[in-house]
């Protein structure tokens, strides 16, 4: 059975920095694509970042060049560094398996980053 557990959000001042992370299970991990994405209150949810098996990264153009996202797949985690936080980042952030436009499997329970001005 996969799981997703994501952690590491919490409340942090605008310009202050959080590092995310996910550990994924029941996978094997080091041969897909991940990637993380938030919901703001009241908004769909949104892709934010992914990165290939090979270590390529992409990037919304709202977060480029204060985020970043990693994977270490000897431990089957990926992290998402944020850096330069605004109020507007202020979400739940989840991560999943990314096929296609698709994300693969069920959502585990976020961690909620909130950013305040």
């Known amino acids: 059975q996969v799981q997703l557990v994501e952690s590491g959000g919490g409340l942090v001042q605008a310009g202050g920095s959080l590092r995310l992370s996910c550990a994924v299970s029941?996978?094997?991990?080091?041969?897909?694509?991940l990637a993380w994405y938030r919901q703001a209150p009241g908004k769909q949810r949104e892709l934010v970042a992914e990165?290939?098996?090979?270590?390529?990264?992409t990037y919304t153009d709202s977060v480029k060049g204060r985020f970043t996202i990693s994977r270490d797949n000897a431990k089957n985690m990926v992290y998402l560094q944020m850096n330069g936080l605004k109020p507007e980042d202020t979400a739940v952030y989840y991560c999943?398996?990314?096929?296609?436009?698709?994300?693969?499997?069920?959502w585990g329970q976020g961690t909620q980053v909130t950013v305040s001005s």
């Open positions: 999943n398996r990314r096929a296609g436009n698709s994300v693969v499997y069920s």
């Open positions: 029941g996978i094997i991990f080091s041969g897909v694509r």
């Open positions: 990165i290939t098996s090979g270590g390529s990264t």
